[in-house]
C-alpha cells in the first residue's frame, strides 16, 4: 500500500475508541431547536419568518445575502416560537430562529427530486446553493462557491476529506462506512460541476475499515482512494493537497491557485441529497464524546438541536464538566453553556472534566524548537510569538504569522506549554489591522 | 453565581512534555559520565560534583529571592548547569573555585538576563571560560586517574591535549606515545577534566537523548563531523604535526561538548539548518584552536562563540515556509 | 616650521575642495525648523501625536501635514515652543488624564467563565466576549499596563487597573490598546469621575457587579447641572467639576469617586493612609 | 602571501579591535540595537579604515617623514580621517536616508572613533608596507563589523528578555560584551602578533 502524507505535523493520541465502533443512531426531536441565521463562512442568512409562523422540514427561513452566503432552513415541521438573538457556539448572543417541533417531522411538499444526469453544471450548483450546503468538516464554507472557480483557473483534480485527522471525532469515519453510496453518489456530482476525472479520496490508515470498503466500492466509478499516515494536521486543506497529489498551495492562496477543489466526504454525501431528494442541508451526523461522557455516540442530528438534548440521548455526563469544547480538541471551541445549539458545523461535541484537563506550568520558552519541527506550514511559533507578545507586528509579518493554519501543534508539543497559537492569532489581528490602515 | 467552566483558545489537548522533563532526561543522560570519573577519580571528584551542583541550585534561589521571582530551581535547569559544569571541572578543584564557577555561571551566565531560557552564552561554559582565564594554574593542574581499586594517591599528570601542545611547542612534532593509550582514552583512563575523560559513557548518555528524541543529530553530527575531517585533513598533510582525527574525538571535551553543551536549546538555532550551521561552526573553530591556538582544548571556546552567532544564524536560517514561491 | 604649515594646510586645502564639491554634489535639502522643533520636543517616542517617533512628528509639522497641538506629554510648553518656531498662535491643548471607569475587580464582579491562556485583554476578547459577565468592564489582564510607556498603569491585586496621575502623560495608548474602551481621557483638572462603563440597566448591572452605575439618577437629582444620565450610565459634565464633587455622598453604589489626593484608591501608588489622623 | 593573510585573521578574529584591543567601544556599543544598523556602521568604518589607512600611509611617508615633521602626526591624520567621515556622511544621507537616521549622532563620531585613527596609527608603528597597511585596515575593518553584527545579534535577543530593571538598557549590554569579548579570548595565540 502507497502510504502518503506530508511534512511536518505530529500525531496526538487519536482516542477514536470511545465511539468508532458506535452506528449512527438518530438522535430524536428535542423540545426547541434553536436556528441561528450565521452558520457559514459569509454574510449571515436574512431570517424571513416570524413568531406564530407554521414552518415544514427543509423550508427556508433565512435567505442567502450575497454569493458567499447560503440560505438557512427548518430542521423540522412546527412552529415558530421566537425569533430572537440566542447564545450561539461563538459565544455571543446572535439572531436565531426558535422552532417547537410538532412532533410529525414532515418534509415540505415543494422540494423536488431531480436526476443529476438530465442538469447542466449550472443548474447542479444552483440547487447546491439552494440546499444550503457547506464544508461540513467544520470550516462551513458554502460549498457552491468552492465549486465555481474563477474563470482562467484549471481545476483538474478533486480531493475528498475523509482524514478526520482530529482526535476524538469519528463522524466522517462511520459516514463513510454507513453512507458509502451517497458520498460517491455525491462524488460523482460534483465532479459532473467542476468538469473533471481525477478524484482521490484520502483517508487515514487508523480506519482500515473505511479505506477497504470505500476503495472496493470506488473501482468502479474511477475514484481513487489515497491512504494516508496518521499525521495531525493532514485534514487541513493544505496538507492533503500536499499529501495526496504533492502540490503546494501557494501562500495567502486558495487550493483552486494550485487546480484543486477539496470536499468533505460529509458535504458530498449532503449533495447527494440535495439534489436527488431535494432535501436541502438540515441534519448532519456529529459525534459526542470525550471522558465526561457516560456513553460516547455518533448521533444524526437536527441542526439546531441544543447540546444538552444530545448529551441526554447519551446517557449523560460522567461527573461534572470543565471544559465543553464543540468539534475536535485541536481546533474546537470552547462553549460558554450546554443551552448552546449544534449547527451545520458542528463535526462533534466533546467534554472534558478537571482531570482531563491539560496540566498548566507555563514557563519562559527554552528555544527547544518542538514547535518549529512540528509546524506544517514551517512556520517559527516561538519567534512569531514572542513578537506578538510584544505587540511588534512588522516582525511578526516578515516570519509569516499570516501563513499560520492555526492548528494548535505547536501548543499541544509545547514543552513550556506557551498558549503560542493563541498569540499568533492575535497579532494575527493586528497584522490584519495594519494592513486596513495603509 | 461564577460560571465554573473553563473557555480557552484551541488546542485543549497537551503532549505532556515539560521543560522540567527534558532537564531531567539531559541529567540522568550525564550519570554514567559522573560514575565514571568518579571511579577514576574518587572522593575530590564527588566533593567537586556536590559543591558545583548544589551551589548553581542555591545561587539560583538567592536570585530567585532577590528578583523577588517565583522559585525557578525545580525545573532542573540550575541543576543540570551544575553537573555541566563540575564535569568541566579538573578534579581536585578547590571548593572555592567550584563555589565561584558556580556563582558565575548562575548569576552572570543566566539570572542576570532574566533566567532560563534568555541566557544568550551556555551559563557552565561561560563559568568555565571565566574561572581558566582568571584562575589558569588552578584550573590546568590535572590529577592523573586513580581508579578507586588500585589505591593509590593522586599524582598531577598533563592532559594528552596539553601534552600535545606543549610536544608542539617545544620539539614541532606530536610526542611519541600518542596514539599508544587509545583504549584508555576510550574508557577514560586519562587525566583530565571530570567529564572529558570517557568517551564511552558520554556517547552513551548523548545516544540515549538522541533515542529518547531530547535532542536531534543535527548539531553534534556536525560538530564532530567537522572537527573530524577538518582534523582528517592537516593529518594527511603531515602526521608528525598534527594528531589523527580518533585523538581528536577520544580526547578534550568533544563529545561532551557536541552532546551537551553544543546542544543546549537556549543558546543554540531553534532550525535544522541553523542548527547544521552551528555545529559545523563549533567543529571548524574548535580544530583550529586545538591545532593553532594558544589553548590546547577549544571546545569551551568555540561553542561560546558560536553561541554568540546564534542569533544572527537564527535571523538568516529560516526553513523555507509551505507554499512559498520563489521569486524570479 | 614652514614645512609643518604647508603640509598641514595643504591637507587641509586639498580636503576641504573635496569636502566642498562633495557638499555640493550629495546636498540634502532639510528644514532648519523641523531640528528646532525636534529640540522643543519631549523625546520620548511615545506615538500619542500618530507619528512614529518625534523626529517624525517634527518633520510633519514642519511641512504643514501635522497639527503642531498634537503632543499632548509635551503640554503647553512645547505647543507654546512650535508656535514660536513656526510663528503662529498657540491654541492651547487641554491637559488630558486617563481614568479607568471601572472598579469592577476579581472581588466585586462576576465572571462569565474561567479563562485559561494568553495574558492578553484582546486575545481574552476574542473568547466569548471576554470572561466577565460585564460587556464594558476591566478585563484585568494588564495590556494596558504592558502599553503604556511612562509605567503609570499598574493592576491591583484583584487584577483592576489603576492610573497614576502623576506619571500619566495623556499619551492615550493605553485608551487604543483596551479592548472594552473603558479608559477614559477626562481633562487634568478635573476630579470627579463615574467609574462605571457599562450601559446596562440597573438590575442586569447589579446581577453581576457590586458597584456598577445603575442609572438611579440620584446624582442628577443632587446636582443637576453637573450629571447626565444616558443609557442607565451617568456621566459627569466636566465643566462643573467643582459641583459634581457634591453628589459623591449620596451616590447608592459608590461608583462616583475623587480623585482630589492625585490616586486611585487601592493602588500602591496611594500613599499609606494614617489612620490616626 | 601567508603574511597577509595572518595580519588579516588577526586583525579581525585574534586582536579585534573592538574586543581585544577596546577600541572603538563607542559606536559598538552605542549603533548596535538592531543588525541592519550594525551592519550599516560596520560598512561604513570597514571603507573609511581603509581609505584613511592609504591616505595617512602617503601622508606618513610622502609628507610627515620627508620634511621631519612626525610630531603632527596626529593632528594631520584627524584631519584626513574627519574629511573623510564628512564625505561618508554626505553620501549615505543622499543615498540612504534610512541608515543615516538609524546611525545618528554615532556618524559623526567615527570622526574622533579611536579604532579609526588606531589603524593608521598602528600601520606606521608597525612599519607595515602599503598592502599590508590596506590588508589590516580592511582586517580591522572586518573585524569591527564582525564584532558589531555579532553583538547586535545578541542585543536584539536580549530586548527580548525580562532583564531585572536595575541590569536593563546599557548594564546587561556591557555585560553581554563582556562575555563576547570572553568568547574571543579563545582566538588568543592563533596567531602571533
Known amino acids: 500500500m502507497d502510504v502518503k502524507t506530508f511534512a511536518g505535523g505530529l500525531h496526538p493520541p487519536d482516542s477514536k475508541e470511545y465511539a468508532k465502533d458506535k452506528v ?155 453512507e458509502s453510496e451517497r458520498i460517491i453518489d455525491g462524488i460523482k456530482i460534483v465532479r459532473k460541476v467542476l468538469g473533471l476525472e481525477t478524484a482521490i479520496i484520502g483517508i487515514e490508515i487508523n480506519k482500515p475499515d473505511a479505506i477497504e470498503k470505500l476503495a472496493k466500492e470506488c473501482a468502479p466509478h474511477n475514484i ?6 496518521v499525521q495531525y494536521p493532514q485534514g487541513a486543506e493544505k496538507q492533503l493537497i500536499d499529501a495526496c497529489t504533492g502540490r503546494q498551495v501557494p501562500t495567502g492562496g486558495l487550493p483552486m491557485d494550485c487546480g484543486v477543489v477539496v470536499q468533505n466526504v460529509g458535504t458530498c454525501a449532503a449533495i447527494s441529497d440535495a439534489i436527488r431528494l431535494g432535501r436541502p442541508l438540515v441534519e448532519r451526523v456529529a459525534t459526542v464524546t470525550g471522558p465526561g461522557i457516560r456513553n460516547p455516540k455518533n448521533l444524526l442530528i437536527a441542526v439546531g438541536t441544543p447540546l444538552k438534548h444530545m448529551l441526554d440521548q447519551c446517557d449523560g ?53 518542538r514547535c518549529i519541527s512540528v509546524c506544517p506550514i514551517h512556520l517559527q511559533p516561538t519567534t512569531i510569538a514572542a513578537y506578538a507578545r510584544l505587540d511588534r507586528v512588522d516582525e511578526a509579518e516578515s516570519y509569516n504569522a499570516l501563513d499560520c493554519i492555526e492548528c494548535g501543534c505547536c501548543t499541544y508539543i509545547c514543552p513550556a506549554t506557551l498558549p503560542l497559537v493563541q498569540s499568533i492569532r492575535h497579532i494575527k489581528g493586528g497584522i490584519m489591522a495594519k494592513r486596513r490602515k495603509i | 453565581m461564577d460560571n465554573t467552566l473553563y ?73 543540570l548547569t551544575g553537573i555541566l559544569l563540575a564535569l568541566n571541572m579538573p578534579a581536585s578543584s578547590a571548593w572555592w573555585l567550584s563555589l565561584l564557577g558556580a556563582a558565575v555561571a548562575i548569576l552572570i551566565g543566566k539570572m542576570i538576563y532574566g533566567g532560563l531560557g534568555y541566557n544568550p552564552f551556555n551559563p557552565a561554559l561561560v563559568a568555565r571560560v571565566v574561572l581558566l582565564i582568571s584562575f589558569p594554574v ?54 583530565g577534566c571530570l567529564g572529558e575523560v570517557s568517551a564511552i559513557a558520554l556517547l552513551a548518555g548523548g545516544l540515549f537523548l538522541i533515542y ?108 523555507k515556509i509551505y507554499g512559498q514561491v520563489e521569486k524570479a | 616650521m614652514l614645512a609643518a604649515v604647508l603640509s598641514l594646510g595643504g591637507i587641509g586645502l586639498v580636503a576641504a575642495t573635496a569636502l566642498g564639491i562633495a557638499a555640493k554634489k550629495f546636498a540634502v535639502e532639510v528644514d532648519p525648523r523641523e531640528l528646532e522643533i525636534l529640540d522643543v520636543l519631549p523625546g520620548a517616542n511615545c506615538g500619542a501625536c500618530g507619528y512614529p517617533g518625534c523626529s517624525g512628528f517634527a518633520k510633519g509639522v514642519a511641512e504643514g501635514k501635522a497639527a503642531p497641538n498634537l503632543c499632548t506629554p509635551g503640554g503647553i510648553e512645547t505647543l507654546e515652543g512650535i508656535a514660536r518656531i513656526l510663528g503662529i498662535e498657540a491654541a492651547a491643548v487641554e491637559p488630558k488624564v486617563a481614568v479607568v471607569a471601572c472598579q469592577g475587580d476579581n472581588a466585586k464582579a462576576r465572571v462569565k467563565y474561567k479563562y ?77 469621575h463615574v467609574l462605571c462603563n457599562s450601559t446596562d440597566k440597573g438590575a442586569k448591572i447589579r446581577s453581576y457587579c457590586d458597584i456598577g452605575c445603575i442609572g438611579c439618577h440620584i446624582c442628577k437629582k443632587t446636582v443637576p447641572e453637573a450629571y447626565a444620565v444616558e443609557t442607565f450610565l451617568a456621566k459627569v459634565d466636566y465643566e462643573h467639576d467643582e459641583e459634581a464633587a457634591l453628589a459623591i455622598e449620596k451616590c447608592p453604589t459608590k461608583c462616583i469617586r475623587d480623585f482630589s489626593s492625585g490616586y486611585p484608591e487601592g493602588s500602591s501608588f496611594a500613599p499609606p493612609r494614617n489612620d490616626a489622623a | ?59 606618513q611617508y610622502l609628507i610627515l617623514t620627508p620634511f621631519g615633521i612626525e610630531y603632527l602626526q596626529t593632528i594631520a591624520f584627524i584631519l584626513v580621517i574627519a574629511s573623510l567621515v564628512q564625505l561618508v556622511e554626505m553620501v549615505i544621507q543622499k543615498t540612504s536616508p534610512v541608515l543615516y537616521q538609524s546611525l545618528g549622532i554615532f556618524l559623526p563620531l567615527i570622526t574622533t572613533n579611536c579604532a579609526v585613527l588606531g589603524v593608521a596609527v598602528l600601520n606606521i608603528q608597525k612599519s607595515y608596507s602599503f598592502i599590508e597597511s590596506v590588508v589590516f585596515a580592511l582586517g580591522a575593518g572586518l573585524g569591527f563589523t564582525l564584532a558589531m553584527v555579532l553583538f547586535a545579534g545578541l542585543r536584539e535577543r536580549t530586548d527580548l528578555c525580562p532583564v531585572p530593571r536595575s541590569f536593563q538598557g546599557t548594564a546587561i549590554a556591557l555585560v553581554t560584551a563582556g562575555l563576547l569579548s570572553l568568547a574571543f579570548m579563545g582566538f588568543a595565540g592563533l596567531v602571533k602578533g
Not at chain 1, 481513487?224 to 499516515?229: A, G, M, R, S, Y
Open chain 1, 24 to 178: 449512527i443512531e438518530r438522535c430524536p426531536l428535542p423540545d426547541e431547536l434553536v436556528i441561528p441565521a450565521a452558520q457559514h463562512i459569509g454574510a449571515p442568512a436574512e431570517i424571513c419568518v416570524a413568531a406564530g409562523d407554521l414552518v415544514k422540514k427543509g423550508q427556508v427561513i433565512a435567505t442567502a445575502k450575497g454569493f458567499v452566503s447560503v440560505p438557512i432552513h427548518a430542521s423540522t415541521s412546527g412552529e415558530v416560537i421566537a425569533v430572537e438573538p440566542r447564545l450561539h457556539p461563538m459565544g455571543k448572543l446572535l439572531p436565531a430562529v426558535v422552532i417547537k417541533p410538532d412532533g410529525e417531522d414532515q418534509w415540505d411538499e415543494s422540494l423536488q427530486q431531480q436526476d443529476p444526469d438530465q442538469l447542466d453544471a449550472d443548474a447542479l450548483k444552483k440547487l447546491i446553493g439552494q440546499a444550503g450546503i457547506v464544508g461540513m468538516g467544520g470550516a462551513t464554507f458554502p460549498a457552491h462557491v468552492k465549486l465555481s472557480p474563477p474563470e482562467g483557473k484549471k481545476i483538474d483534480t478533486l480531493i475528498l476529506n475523509g482524514v478526520e485527522c482530529e482526535p476524538y471525532l469519528t463522524a466522517d469515519h462511520r459516514m463513510m462506512l454507513e
Open chain 1, 224 to 229: 481513487k482512494v489515497q491512504p494516508l499516515k
Open chain 1, 317 to 369: 455526563l460522567d461527573g461534572k464538566p470543565a471544559k465543553i469544547i464543540m468539534g475536535g480538541p485541536m481546533m474546537g471551541q470552547t462553549q460558554l453553556s450546554l443551552d448552546v445549539p449544534a449547527i451545520r458545523g458542528t463535526s462533534g461535541l466533546l467534554i472534558f472534566r478537571e482531570q482531563d484537563l491539560p496540566r498548566k506550568n507555563a514557563g519562559p520558552c527554552i528555544r527547544c524548537g
Open chain 2, 7 to 79: 473557555l480557552s483558545s484551541s488546542p485543549h489537548i497537551h503532549s505532556g512534555e515539560t521543560t522540567e522533563r527534558i532537564m531531567r532526561l539531559v541529567i540522568y543522560a550525564l550519570l554514567p559520565a559522573a560514575a565514571v570519573s568518579l571511579y577514576f577519580f574518587g572522593l575530590p571528584a564527588l566533593k567537586t560534583l556536590l559543591i558545583c551542583t548544589l551551589g548553581c541550585i542555591a545561587f539560583e534561589a538567592l536570585a530567585n529571592k532577590l528578583m523577588k521571582q517565583p522559585l525557578t530551581v525545580k525545573d532542573g535547569s540550575g541543576a
Open chain 2, 138 to 191: 588552578q584550573m590546568t593542574s590535572w590529577t592523573a586517574p586513580a581508579p578507586l581499586t588500585t589505591g593509590i594517591d593522586a599524582v598531577t599528570a598533563a592532559t594528552p591535549l596539553g601534552e600535545m601542545k606543549m610536544s608542539v611547542m617545544l620539539t614541532g612534532k606530536l610526542p611519541e606515545n600518542l596514539n599508544s593509550g587509545m583504549l584508555d582514552y576510550f574508557t577514560g583512563n586519562m587525566a
Open chain 2, 212 to 319: 529518547k528524541k531530547v535532542i536531534t543529530w543535527h548539531i553534534p553530527v556536525s560538530f564532530i563531523g567537522t572537527t573530524l575531517g577538518v582534523g582528517a585533513i592537516f593529518w594527511l598533510v603531515d602526521a608528525s604535526k598534527y594528531p589523527n582525527p580518533l585523538f581528536h574525538l577520544l580526547t578534550g571535551g568533544l563529545i561532551l561538548g557536541a552532546f551537551f553543551m553544543a546542544t543546549d536549546m537556549v543558546t543554540s538555532p531553534v532550525t535544522y539548518q541553523g542548527m547544521l550551521i552551528f555545529g559545523f561552526g563549533c567543529g571548524l573553530l574548535t580544530i583550529l584552536i586545538r591545532l593553532f591556538g594558544g589553548y590546547p582544548e577549544g571546545v569551551s571556546f568555540a561553542i561560546l562563540l558560536m553561541n554568540a552567532a546564534t542569533p544572527l544564524i537564527d535571523r538568516y536560517c529560516r526553513p
Open chain 3, 116 to 192: 485559561l491562556g494568553l495574558t492578553d485583554c484582546n486575545a481574552a476578547q476574542k473568547i466569548a466576549d471576554g470572561p466577565k459577565n460585564c460587556p464594558a468592564g476591566c478585563l484585568g489582564l494588564g495590556s494596558c499596563e504592558m502599553a503604556c510607556p511612562f509605567g503609570a498603569i499598574e493592576m491591583t491585586s484583584e487584577n483592576l487597573a489603576v492610573i497614576n496621575r502623576d506619571k500619566c502623560t495623556g499619551c492615550e495608548k493605553c485608551v487604543a490598546v483596551c479592548p472594552r474602551q473603558v479608559i477614559k481621557m477626562t481633562p487634568r483638572k478635573s476630579t470627579t
Open chain 4, 1 to 59: 602571501m601567508v603574511e597577509l593573510l595572518l595580519i588579516l585573521v588577526s586583525a579581525v578574529f585574534v586582536n579585534n579591535f573592538v574586543l581585544a584591543r577596546f577600541l572603538g567601544i563607542c559606536p559598538f556599543l552605542g549603533v548596535s540595537k538592531k543588525v541592519e544598523t550594525a551592519l550599516g556602521m560596520g560598512m561604513a568604518v570597514i571603507f573609511v579604515m581603509t581609505v584613511a589607512s592609504v591616505v595617512t600611509w602617503f601622508i
